[in-house]
């Protein structure tokens, strides 16, 4: 059974940083993509970032120059490093990967149980 948990959210103030990780476990043969989503209260989830198993990333818009993914390939594990936090960054932010699980052909969706992050003006 494959799971990932979430690490480092929190309350911050405006201008300041917090670090999220995410750790895979479970039987994985392989992941692809890694990365963050995030939801507001009111509004749907968001792509934030994600990190290719080869090191190619993308970011949102709203989140450039200010964020940035990594990973540990090792340690199937995924960081997202976030500078300059605003009060629009509030959100749960939830940790996404594409695993193929030991013993199965294709790739699945997985999804971690969510980390509040909370920026305050």
């Known amino acids: 059974q494959v799971q990932l948990v979430e690490s480092g959210g929190g309350l911050v103030q405006a201008g300041g940083s917090l670090r999220l990780s995410c750790a895979a476990s479970?039987?994985?043969?392989?992941?692809?993509?890694m990365g963050w989503y995030r939801q507001a209260p009111g509004k749907q989830r968001e792509l934030v970032a994600t990190?290719?198993?080869?090191?190619?990333?993308y970011y949102a818009d709203s989140v450039k120059g200010r964020f940035t993914v990594s990973r540990d390939n090792a340690k199937n594990t995924v960081y997202l490093q976030m500078n300059s936090l605003r009060p629009e960054d509030t959100a749960v932010y939830y940790c996404?990967?594409?695993?193929?699980?030991?013993?199965?052909?294709?790739?699945?969706?997985?999804w971690g149980q969510g980390t509040q992050v909370t920026v305050s003006s």
């Open positions: 996404h990967a594409d695993i193929r699980p030991t013993g199965l052909t294709f790739s699945y969706e997985f």
């Open positions: 479970g039987s994985i043969f392989s992941i692809k993509t």
């Open positions: 990190l290719t198993s080869g090191g190619s990333p």
